[in-house]
């Protein structure tokens, strides 16, 4: 099935269907997954598909879709400078059981691709030190500007880090983009969610020794001070 992306009513977007890049998950109290679609103005789509999938807070004792909350982080961080997927469609509704029924509806990122796929295809090799140094530098930066903003990803792997270079040597463009913020969410310090991030994505990647002391370098230049505990 496919749809016009100009008609974005709950009803036709949750009708939608196309291939599962995320298999449904139960998790939450509910299901969430992704879909991968074509429109029909052949725009591709990422359609996060979740029934009876919530986070409680303080704020929502009873429970909200988990969606809400990544648009708001998605919005947070577009308003940083931070680049993020564009929300075509977002909004959640009770089904007649009175279960959370949400979608976020989002554009592909044409021409990025995942940083660990960069690496795996020879991306840094054909590229050369020059322009993967400024890849190091603007991911650093754009994690600076999310956490000056008090924003923490809190699920900072580097499969959701997705990269995008075009051109060659001094000429090279370089843009990084961050994905998955479902979990994001705003903390009372800038401090408290870099520690967060980056330890975690430390954990949760290859850099070695070297490139994550560049990484770091130019992080703490961009964030305007240093941070203890990230070597």
């Not at 977007?13 to 879909?35: D, I, K, M, T």
């Not at 990025?112 to 991306?123: C, P, Q, T």
């Not at 520690?195 to 992080?219: A, G, P, V």
Request: glycine share 10%.
């Amino acid at each position: 099935m496919t749809l016009e992306v100009a008609d974005s009513s709950f009803g036709r977007f949750w009708g939608l269907r196309g291939e599962w890049v995320e298999q449904p998950n139960v998790r939450r109290g509910g299901e969430s997954g992704v879909q991968r679609v074509w429109a029909d103005n052949g725009q591709l789509l990422y359609v996060k598909r979740q029934a009876g999938h919530v986070y409680r807070s303080w704020r929502y004792p009873l429970g909200r879709p988990t969606v809400l909350r990544e648009q708001d982080a998605l919005e947070g961080l577009r308003s940083l400078g931070v680049s993020v997927p564009n929300i075509v469609f977002c909004g959640a509704e009770r089904d007649q059981q009175g279960q959370w029924r949400a979608l976020l509806v989002t554009e592909a990122l044409n021409g990025f691709e995942e940083i660990d796929h960069w690496y795996a295809s020879g991306g840094r090799e054909r590229h050369g030190e020059q322009v993967h140094d400024r890849l190091l530098q603007v991911l650093a930066e754009s994690l600076a500007r999310m956490h000056r903003g008090r924003w923490q990803h809190s699920c900072l792997y580097s499969k959701h880090v997705f990269v995008k270079v075009t051109g060659e040597g001094e000429q090279a463009e370089v843009q990084v983009a961050l994905l998955d913020l479902e979990k994001a969410r705003k903390r009372l310090t800038a401090g408290r969610a870099a520690r967060h991030d980056l330890r975690q994505l430390r954990r949760h990647s290859s850099f070695s020794l070297c490139d994550w002391d560049k990484l770091i370098y130019f992080y703490q230049t961009a964030f305007g001070s240093a941070l203890k505990g990230l070597g």
